[in-house]
């Protein structure tokens, strides 16, 4: 049995492998960082790169990452604080009067494959839920998903009312009508035309 | 022999299992409607809600598909253009609801009320398109929550045929009918229609539901439509779509039904593939299409009249996907005896924009298809017997009277494909379909002449507005 075991059944979207692999590593003594980083985060890199490449299929990288995730719940207890398991907090939603949840859902899951720690407030959120949330949580990125033009602007109280609270949370912004010239005019740290690449922008932030 | 081609052939024992297989789901996951004003009407008549879950029982989906119409008639400004739904012909209005417009460079802009207006001015002087679109672009140069009355008063005023009112929210809906009743006053007869749709899986939008509600109680017909994106809002597979649109659908009609029996319906569900590698949504799809076939005769199942997706496509130019993906999705509707499209001129990626050009190329498209779905005439005159046998084997039909009366009109003629030999259309000074499209353009936008309106009304109409605007 090896790490790398571990890291061929993420691949492979084989949670029952990845659980059982993680257990007995775990017993057998294996270092507990090798089986995380080398095993379990490795590989869900690697299925970034695949998904991102379009070998992978969006409901693949979604049961990789699942995988992932059950692995590293076997690990968690075991894990001391310096080995956090999280990237960090992304609170997200889909802003006020806006129900359009598809691209969210899908950004908030990639997200969370990456291994942050994601707080999905829904859709139709307000502002005030943003920011409440996001100092509950101690959250790195707010993470706001519109898709009618007429709900952008709920983006930009959104965004105002981060910095009124004087937060260092970041803001990133995203969803069919969004541009980045409108995520310059709102203040907003970020904006991504897709899931991949609000993922990057998210470690780009955190980093 | 049996032809089996997939999406003609249905049994009614398949359409018994898609209905009966929606009433399981009706009575055992219910419909969720987050409007108290919603749950108050199905609780006063009865019905089982567990907080704003609602349970159908089979008798009060039949009863309420008991007193929809088969078919109703939308008056228009202008009577010789009101139309019939229901009625055998089919019914086509523009885009709905795209934010932006893509121009012949590629580049994307936002769309303004001038956009909404020169659309207009197309619609008013389309041979194809029989009634307006509520939302044919989404304006950005106005406020969002007073949009839908500089759309309604901008179609009204430049067009007179039939109008959708609005479902943005419950306030819209009230205002359009208000100026509705400004052009037919206090009346029950249909002189709106309306989008209603839901949000997939199984549950309505309160706006949504409370717009639905409003039309209703005023007998305007609401399309009542669902759709869920496959592999992600609803099952992957065709049947399991099918299904899960269907109960959500049969849900909003009951309300409809309950508020006032005999309100006119259009029967509409979709459904389009996930794009696998990104999670996006698929408008124009083989998939969709078939959706399309299937949804028409469920709706003949049900008797009442029913709505297909239009000229979609996943393009952004008018190239050769564009024209391949939007016949596709209109021929299916076409043949299948869909009763009304939406969104069959005009639009480019995803329902995301709509192109000028684009709208000139699908009325092709769209007359060709009209003219398609004519039945053919079989009268004595059309066998033209006397004529054949007059000729025999040398004759020559370009110099007969029966060609001479018909040359005009027997053939659809395009107004943007070209039918030129090589060398014409070599020498042709704009070559590219959407240059073609440009000059036409031009021409119909400067040729255009607003319609009669009474300056009363009109007053009437523009004073409505501002008020409520607050200018
Ligand atoms: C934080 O950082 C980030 C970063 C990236 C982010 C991000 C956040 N969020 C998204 N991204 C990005 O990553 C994702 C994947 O890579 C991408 O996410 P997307 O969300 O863009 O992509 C998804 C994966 C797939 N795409 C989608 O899911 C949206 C598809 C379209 C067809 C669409 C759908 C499906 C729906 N709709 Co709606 N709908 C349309 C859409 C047209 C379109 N092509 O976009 C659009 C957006 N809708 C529109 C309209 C008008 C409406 N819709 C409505 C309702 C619905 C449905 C319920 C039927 C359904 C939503 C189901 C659901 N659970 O979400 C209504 C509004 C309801 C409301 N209050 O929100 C209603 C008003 C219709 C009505 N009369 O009821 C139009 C918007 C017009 C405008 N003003 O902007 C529209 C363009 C379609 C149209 N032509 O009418 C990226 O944008």
Redesign the pocket.
């Given at each position: 049995m090896t790490v790398k075991e571990i890291f061929d059944a993420v691949l492979a979207f084989d949670e029952a492998t990845v659980t059982g692999k993680t257990q007995a590593e775990l017993d057998g003594g294996t270092d507990i960082d090798a089986i995380l980083n080398d095993g379990l985060i490795s590989a869900m890199d690697e299925v970034g790169e695949r998904f991102s490449s379009g070998e992978l299929f969006v409901p693949e990288m979604l049961m990789a990452a699942q995988a992932m995730k059950a692995g590293l719940a076997i690990l968690k207890p075991h894990l001391s604080a310096g080995q956090s398991q999280s990237k960090g907090v992304v609170v997200?939603g889909t802003v006020k009067?806006?129900?359009?949840?598809?691209?969210?859902n899908?950004?908030s899951m990639m997200m969370e494959g990456a291994g942050f720690e994601v707080v999905d407030l829904g859709v139709d959120v307000e502002s005030e839920a943003f920011v409440k949330t996001a100092a509950e949580k101690n959250a790195q990125v707010i993470?706001?998903?519109a898709?009618?033009?007429?709900t952008m602007p709920s983006m930009e109280s959104t965004v105002k009312a981060v910095k009124e609270a004087g937060m260092a949370t970041r803001t990133?912004?995203?969803?069919?009508?969004v541009t980045q010239a409108f995520a310059d005019q709102i203040g907003a740290d970020g904006y991504?035309?897709?899931?991949p690449g609000?993922v990057k922008l998210v470690k780009e932030l955190v980093a | 022999m049996m032809i089996n081609r997939a999406i003609i052939n249905f049994d009614k024992s398949i359409l018994d299992q898609i209905h009966n297989r929606s009433l399981e789901l009706l009575q055992d996951c219910g419909i969720r409607f987050p409007s108290e004003k919603a749950l108050e009407v199905f609780r006063s008549k009865g019905f089982r809600a567990n907080g704003q879950t609602v349970y159908f029982e089979e008798k009060a989906i039949i009863d309420a598909l008991g007193t929809v119409p088969a078919q109703f008639t939308i008056k228009a400004r202008n009577p010789e253009k009101s139309i019939c739904i229901g009625g055998g012909d089919y019914m086509m209005a523009p885009g709905?609801?795209?934010?932006f417009i893509i121009e012949t460079t590629g580049e994307k802009r936002d769309a303004t009320l001038e956009d909404v207006h020169k659309f207009c001015k197309l619609v008013q002087t389309s041979k194809c398109l029989d009634f307006n679109s509520s939302?044919v672009v989404?304006p950005n140069d106005v406020p969002t929550e007073t949009a839908h009355l500089d759309i309604l008063l901008g179609t009204i005023l430049l067009t007179d045929k039939p109008l959708m009112g609005s479902?943005?929210s419950e306030v819209a809906a009230l205002d359009s009918l208000r100026l509705a009743e400004k052009i037919w006053g206090n009346t029950n007869d249909p002189v709106m229609i309306s989008?209603?749709?839901?949000?997939?899986p199984l549950q309505y939008?309160d706006?949504?539901v409370e717009s639905l509600m409003v039309y209703a109680k005023a007998g305007q017909p609401v399309v009542v439509h669902s759709?869920c994106?496959l592999g992600t809002?609803g099952p992957i597979t065709i049947a399991g779509s099918l299904v899960i649109s269907n109960a959500t659908t049969l849900a909003g009609i009951c309300l409809s039904q309950l508020l006032n029996p005999g309100t006119p319906i259009v029967y509409g569900l979709g459904g389009s593939p996930t794009e696998m590698r990104?999670?996006?949504?698929v408008?124009a799809s083989p998939e969709d299409a078939k959706h399309t076939a299937i949804v028409t005769a469920l709706a003949r199942y049900y008797g009442i009249p029913c709505r297909s997706q239009g000229a979609l496509t996943e393009s952004f130019c008018l190239d050769y996907q564009a024209g391949m993906e939007s016949a596709m999705m209109m021929t299916t509707a076409a043949l299948s005896g869909v009763d009304v499209s939406l969104h069959t001129c005009g639009t480019y990626g995803?329902?995301?924009a709509m192109s000028f050009e684009k709208f000139i190329a699908d009325e092709d498209l769209c007359g060709s298809l009209k003219k398609l779905i004519k039945p053919v005439e079989f009268s004595e005159e059309a066998f033209a017997m006397d004529l054949i046998k007059e000729l025999g084997t040398s004759g020559n039909y370009l110099m007969q009277n029966h060609t001479m009366k018909r040359c005009r009109t027997a053939f659809f003629e395009p107004v943007l494909s070209t039918r030129a030999i090589h060398i014409k259309w070599q020498q042709m000074e704009l070559r590219e379909m959407d240059k073609r499209a440009g000059k036409i353009l031009a021409d119909r936008l400067s040729s255009y002449e607003k319609p009669d309106i009474d300056p009363m009304l009109e007053r009437d109409l523009v004073r409505y507005v501002e008020q409520r605007k607050g200018v």
């Amino acid at each position: 049995m090896t790490v790398k075991e571990i890291f061929d059944a993420v691949l492979a979207f084989d949670e029952a492998t990845v659980t059982g692999k993680t257990q007995a590593e775990l017993d057998g003594g294996t270092d507990i960082d090798a089986i995380l980083n080398d095993g379990l985060i490795s590989a869900m890199d690697e299925v970034g790169e695949r998904f991102s490449s379009g070998e992978l299929f969006v409901p693949e990288m979604l049961m990789a990452a699942q995988a992932m995730k059950a692995g590293l719940a076997i690990l968690k207890p075991h894990l001391s604080a310096g080995q956090s398991q999280s990237k960090g907090v992304v609170v997200i939603g889909t802003v006020k009067g806006d129900l359009h949840d598809i691209g969210k859902n899908l950004v908030s899951m990639m997200m969370e494959g990456a291994g942050f720690e994601v707080v999905d407030l829904g859709v139709d959120v307000e502002s005030e839920a943003f920011v409440k949330t996001a100092a509950e949580k101690n959250a790195q990125v707010i993470a706001l998903s519109a898709l009618l033009t007429t709900t952008m602007p709920s983006m930009e109280s959104t965004v105002k009312a981060v910095k009124e609270a004087g937060m260092a949370t970041r803001t990133i912004i995203g969803g069919a009508p969004v541009t980045q010239a409108f995520a310059d005019q709102i203040g907003a740290d970020g904006y991504s035309a897709d899931a991949p690449g609000a993922v990057k922008l998210v470690k780009e932030l955190v980093a | 022999m049996m032809i089996n081609r997939a999406i003609i052939n249905f049994d009614k024992s398949i359409l018994d299992q898609i209905h009966n297989r929606s009433l399981e789901l009706l009575q055992d996951c219910g419909i969720r409607f987050p409007s108290e004003k919603a749950l108050e009407v199905f609780r006063s008549k009865g019905f089982r809600a567990n907080g704003q879950t609602v349970y159908f029982e089979e008798k009060a989906i039949i009863d309420a598909l008991g007193t929809v119409p088969a078919q109703f008639t939308i008056k228009a400004r202008n009577p010789e253009k009101s139309i019939c739904i229901g009625g055998g012909d089919y019914m086509m209005a523009p885009g709905y609801g795209p934010p932006f417009i893509i121009e012949t460079t590629g580049e994307k802009r936002d769309a303004t009320l001038e956009d909404v207006h020169k659309f207009c001015k197309l619609v008013q002087t389309s041979k194809c398109l029989d009634f307006n679109s509520s939302i044919v672009v989404q304006p950005n140069d106005v406020p969002t929550e007073t949009a839908h009355l500089d759309i309604l008063l901008g179609t009204i005023l430049l067009t007179d045929k039939p109008l959708m009112g609005s479902t943005s929210s419950e306030v819209a809906a009230l205002d359009s009918l208000r100026l509705a009743e400004k052009i037919w006053g206090n009346t029950n007869d249909p002189v709106m229609i309306s989008l209603v749709d839901s949000l997939s899986p199984l549950q309505y939008a309160d706006e949504s539901v409370e717009s639905l509600m409003v039309y209703a109680k005023a007998g305007q017909p609401v399309v009542v439509h669902s759709a869920c994106s496959l592999g992600t809002t609803g099952p992957i597979t065709i049947a399991g779509s099918l299904v899960i649109s269907n109960a959500t659908t049969l849900a909003g009609i009951c309300l409809s039904q309950l508020l006032n029996p005999g309100t006119p319906i259009v029967y509409g569900l979709g459904g389009s593939p996930t794009e696998m590698r990104t999670g996006g949504y698929v408008n124009a799809s083989p998939e969709d299409a078939k959706h399309t076939a299937i949804v028409t005769a469920l709706a003949r199942y049900y008797g009442i009249p029913c709505r297909s997706q239009g000229a979609l496509t996943e393009s952004f130019c008018l190239d050769y996907q564009a024209g391949m993906e939007s016949a596709m999705m209109m021929t299916t509707a076409a043949l299948s005896g869909v009763d009304v499209s939406l969104h069959t001129c005009g639009t480019y990626g995803s329902m995301l924009a709509m192109s000028f050009e684009k709208f000139i190329a699908d009325e092709d498209l769209c007359g060709s298809l009209k003219k398609l779905i004519k039945p053919v005439e079989f009268s004595e005159e059309a066998f033209a017997m006397d004529l054949i046998k007059e000729l025999g084997t040398s004759g020559n039909y370009l110099m007969q009277n029966h060609t001479m009366k018909r040359c005009r009109t027997a053939f659809f003629e395009p107004v943007l494909s070209t039918r030129a030999i090589h060398i014409k259309w070599q020498q042709m000074e704009l070559r590219e379909m959407d240059k073609r499209a440009g000059k036409i353009l031009a021409d119909r936008l400067s040729s255009y002449e607003k319609p009669d309106i009474d300056p009363m009304l009109e007053r009437d109409l523009v004073r409505y507005v501002e008020q409520r605007k607050g200018v």
